[in-house]
């Protein structure tokens, strides 16, 4: 009896190793198809920052460019009117011209000739926001008016 318990312990502590080398053998393939998973992931991601971060600066250089064309549109050849009649605001409109202002505060113009135009900037590709596009409906339908403000300091 003992050469058959001899036995069955044997089988069970083989049953038990070949279960272990089994389950480890199992738990490395496993392993290592995640490790490669990871390795994609992360190169995946590393690939998607480089390119945000290629996109932010082409953003961000495009915006300085328009930025700089706002500030100095007064000066280029596209800009019709004289940049002394111009005034720069820069948000929601770039410029409201005052175009004849300046030759009639001169007295060489009248004034009926003054005309009053908001100028937005736009370069590259960029297009009107909502709200230009809504001010650009306001003034073709005639929703402008010129009102006088008093401020009274008296006490």
């Not at 230009?132 to 073709?140: D, E, F, K, T």
Request: contains cysteine; charged residues 25%; hydrophobic residues 45%.
């Amino acid at each position: 009896m003992s050469v058959w318990m001899a036995m069955l312990i044997g089988a069970c502590i083989g049953v038990v190793l070949t279960t272990l080398i089994l389950s480890n053998t199992r738990n490395g393939r496993v392993r290592a198809e995640y490790e490669k998973y990871i390795a994609e992931l992360e190169l995946e991601h590393q690939q998607a920052l480089a390119a945000a971060q290629k996109r932010s600066v082409n953003t961000s250089r495009a915006v300085l460019k328009g930025k700089m064309a706002e500030q100095l549109a007064p000066i280029l050849p596209e800009f019709q009117y004289l940049p002394s009649d111009a005034k720069f605001l820069g948000d929601p409109v770039d410029y409201i011209v005052f175009d004849g202002y300046t030759d009639y505060r001169d007295g060489d113009g009248l004034a009926e000739d003054i005309e009053v135009v908001l100028i937005d900037i736009k370069s590259g590709g960029a297009r009107l926001t909502k709200g230009q596009q809504a001010i650009a409906q306001a003034i073709a339908a005639g929703n402008i008016r010129f009102e006088t403000i008093r401020i009274n300091f008296d006490d």
